[in-house]
């Protein structure tokens, strides 16, 4: 079997940033009557927030309904953050493997992905040439060592790394007109011929996808003024921009219009200006105009997570020039406009900026099929002849996308997501969180019993369907767990899964609900084939759980070292864990150290526990005063007013004083 590379991207971002392609696994050789299908791509493709219902399980599942005497492999090979410049290199591996077809959604991390200009990643090769011989160099172990003794960039691995992902955006904007969009356009049209012209030489057919993205709902991330507003220009601008949003707010809507229109002839660039104008011409049913400047607001965003309209004009241009058969377009910007209002994409389809909705992976993937078919051979006849395409609510149900699933991920993308940098600086922020919320909170009966009970029925009977598909028993093996409790069923699952697919994170998982369990010889098992695999924080700190309850307290203080020298993955746990366990040796001293790095080295918000701990430890060295900072420090990052921890807190605060005042 082939199956994906957990180290690939160790040449690509630095570690403390490390992506992961999504877990895949395909005969290595192709079995007879197969049509084999690659989908390359980012994080679109790969359908996060969650890639278990990406647009290619989707399509999966709706041709599995229409051709059931075929056999047709859809193979996703697509990963978050990386751009053409990655998916080259990728395809042409992928070529090597028998393909039928190409299926190519890409165009959103052209800027912000490895080797463009939007990140600190820009200081790398900026000629294609250089590029992939740089991509070939770190798929070596010397060209790793190198990236590992070069410290890679510029960010220090002593800053945390919340701070560092935001930087690698935020400090780093490309306005429209920016000489280095002109590299990055013709970066990306060579470099998606390359990829076109790998599959066509590896006997593959290619469908090209142009790229939606969320217009209506997402406003820009980050807003800039033309180069050379002139001061006084700077502050006329500012203060009619004003008066707009005062006018909006009022309800005025004509005078906002009024207002952002005399703005826009001192400085028409401004990406939030745009959008502005275009709610308050939506509002006003001036639909067309309120599409253009949404499209505006898009394009001028200085911040390029989303592909803008040169990038799809490039797409559709790669794709004509080898009209026929063999290459072919699929226009997924038409089709999402045309289901959405007023030819407008917004939360409909989308989550945030670029991911998918179920819905609009269903959209994708019927887009896409419509093309697939036209492409595929006579030998792959129909099943029922002209059998109509799953619905979004049967795709659903063979995926087990179920309510109790839909919820999961909203609660993810509201806190992964729209709740961190970049999203939190747009305008309009609060209301993308209440739509959220609000969906959330309508899908609380799926956390209660009726709610779990339909919830497991529909994996039950997807399983049943799909008895091989480990992703499957993978997301219900969770559902069992954190939504059952059912640790037993669960640990049953994941077993089926691993025998399926023994990837480092369905180890890591068959580990945890061993050792949950009590099978700490199996749990030791699990994790050690999965450390084999590749070092991961989650394998390591799992392992030290285990060596602990077994009594290797040594062993278990190596590992949760391993655990939290991983930079991509630190987690306050294996800090907590391995603090605990030092002191438990006698290493009082090393503890503090370990909780100081913790404090620094996580977000705030994680940090009341390890505060606490110090002060105990500090308390215990004679250091009272050092101790009480620290409590009080403690009181103050606990997240909520209400938080379980604060009387535990207040009352070793107290106790603290009450020793410090009878000393004094």
């Known amino acids: 079997m082939c199956c994906d590379n957990p180290d690939f991207g160790r040449g690509l971002f630095p570690p403390h940033l490390r992506s992961n392609l999504r877990p895949f696994v395909f005969p290595a050789e192709k079995p007879p009557n197969t049509y084999r299908v690659f989908v390359l ?19 999966d599942r709706m041709l599995s309904d229409r051709y059931t005497e075929a056999e047709i492999e859809v193979v996703t090979v697509a990963m978050t953050a990386i751009n053409s410049h990655v998916v080259l290199p990728i395809a042409r591996e992928c070529a090597r493997h028998e393909p039928d077809l190409f299926i190519i959604y890409l165009g959103n991390n052209e800027v912000v992905g490895p080797f463009g200009p939007g990140t600190v990643l820009s200081r790398l090769p900026r000629q294609s040439s250089a590029v992939q011989m740089r991509i070939a160099l770190s798929s070596t172990r010397i060209g790793q060592l190198f990236e590992l003794l070069g410290g890679w960039v510029a960010a220090s691995p002593e800053m945390p790394v919340t701070q560092q992902a935001s930087l690698l955006f935020l400090d780093n904007l490309v306005p429209w007109g920016d000489p280095g969009l002109d590299s990055v356009y013709a970066h990306f049209a060579e470099n998606l011929k390359g990829i076109r012209d790998a599959g066509l030489a ?28 002139s001061k006084a220009d700077d502050e006329q601008w500012e203060r009619i921009y004003a008066e707009g949003k005062a006018s909006e ?18 400085d028409d660039r401004h990406a939030d200006l745009q959008f502005r104008l275009a709610r308050a011409y939506w509002s006003l049913g001036e639909y067309e105009q309120a599409r253009e400047l949404y499209i505006a607001a898009r394009d001028l965003d200085c911040l390029r997570f989303r592909a803008d309209s040169r990038i799809n004009q490039i797409i559709r241009s790669v794709a ?12 997924v910007v038409a089709a999402v406009a045309d289901r959405s209002p007023q030819q407008v994409p917004g939360a409909e389809f989308f989550y945030e900026h670029v991911h998918f909705t179920f819905q609009g992976n269903h959209l ?23 059998r109509d395409v799953l619905t979004v609510e049967q795709s659903a149900k063979l995926l087990a996308h179920t309510e109790w699933d839909h919820r999961r991920i909203i609660g993810n993308v509201l806190k992964a997501y729209v709740g961190s940098p970049p999203f939190v600086g747009q305008i309009y922020h609060e209301e993308g969180v209440k739509r959220l919320g609000d969906q959330f909170r309508k899908l609380h009966l799926s956390t209660l019993p009726r709610g779990l009970e339909d919830a497991v029925e529909q994996y039950r009977n997807a399983i049943q369907r799909y008895p091989s598909d480990w992703e499957l028993r993978w997301k219900f093996s969770g559902l069992l767990a954190s939504g059952l409790k059912d640790y037993p069923e669960s640990l049953v699952q994941i077993r089926e899964a691993a025998e399926t697919y023994p990837d480092f994170r369905i180890l890591n998982q068959l580990g945890n609900r061993s050792r949950i369990l009590g099978d700490l010889d199996e749990a030791e098992a699990a994790y050690l084939r999965s450390l084999e695999i590749t070092s991961s924080s989650a394998a390591h700190f799992g392992l030290g759980r285990v060596l602990r309850a077994k009594g290797h307290l040594g062993g278990a203080i190596k590992q949760f070292k391993r655990a939290v020298e991983v930079p991509f993955s630190r987690s306050d746990a294996a800090f907590l864990a391995l603090a605990g366990s030092q002191r438990e040796a006698g290493e009082a001293d090393e503890a503090i150290t370990t909780l100081r790095t913790g404090i620094h080295m996580l977000p705030q918000e994680a940090t009341a526990p390890f505060h606490f701990r110090l002060a105990i430890l500090l308390d215990q060295k004679g250091n009272t005063d050092e101790a009480v900072v620290e409590l009080r420090e403690a009181l103050r990052v606990l997240p909520s007013e209400g938080h379980p921890d604060r009387l535990k807190f207040r009352m070793k605060l107290d106790e603290l004083l009450r020793k410090r005042a009878y000393r004094e």
């Open 41 to 59: 791509g980012s994080s679109a493709a790969l359908g996060s927030p969650d890639y278990a219902y990406g647009f290619g399980r989707v399509l």
């Open 364 to 386: 994708l993937a019927r887009t896409v099929l419509e093309q697939l078919e036209a492409a595929l051979p006579e030998r792959f006849p129909r099943a029922h002849g002209t």
């Open 249 to 266: 707010s009022a309800g005025n809507l004509a005078r906002a219009i009024e207002r952002y229109a005399a703005a826009a002839e001192i």
């Open 320 to 331: 004509e020039e080898k009209p026929g058969s063999d290459v072919r377009f699929a226009d």
């Open 202 to 229: 590896g006997g593959a057919k290619v469908i090209l996808c142009n790229v939606a993205s969320n217009l209506r709902d997402c406003p820009p991330f980050a807003p800039q003024h033309r180069p050379g507003l």
